[in-house]
């Protein structure tokens, strides 16, 4: 999975083609944390379909207000630099992230 940060959160994801996914947690967030396992698990087996990334909010803050992530843990999929799916909180279900990204590889 790619770190991202402030610097790297545009080229990585909103210019890249194609689907990339965003991984959106925090030090303080522990489901984000048990989740963080086998959203890597998932990153490995789907990795030929789409990018994976993930994003340590607590650096970019602002960055998460303007991609509308408004409680964690949030996972999105970006198609061509536009949100197009994403399941936050209690939906954040390590089933529910697969199915999220079987519909797009």
């Known amino acids: 999975m790619i770190a991202l940060g402030k610097d790297?959160?545009?080229a990585e994801v909103l210019e890249a083609e194609g689907y990339v996914f965003v991984d959106y947690w925090s030090?303080?967030?522990e489901p984000c944390k048990a989740l963080m396992p086998?959203?890597?698990e998932l990153a490995e087996k789907y990795?030929?379909?789409m990018k994976f990334c993930e994003m340590d909010i607590t650096k970019?803050?602002?960055l998460a207000i303007k991609q509308k992530v408004l409680g964690l843990p949030t996972l999105a999929v970006y198609k061509d630099g536009e949100k197009?799916?994403?399941v936050t909180k209690d939906d954040a279900t390590i089933a529910n992230i697969?199915?999220?990204i079987k519909k797009y590889v």
């Open 38 to 40: 086998e959203v890597h």
């Open 60 to 62: 970019a803050r602002r």
């Open 98 to 100: 697969e199915a999220m």
């Open 84 to 86: 197009i799916d994403e």
């Open 27 to 29: 030090q303080g967030c």
């Open 47 to 49: 990795a030929e379909g």
């Open 8 to 10: 790297t959160f545009e």
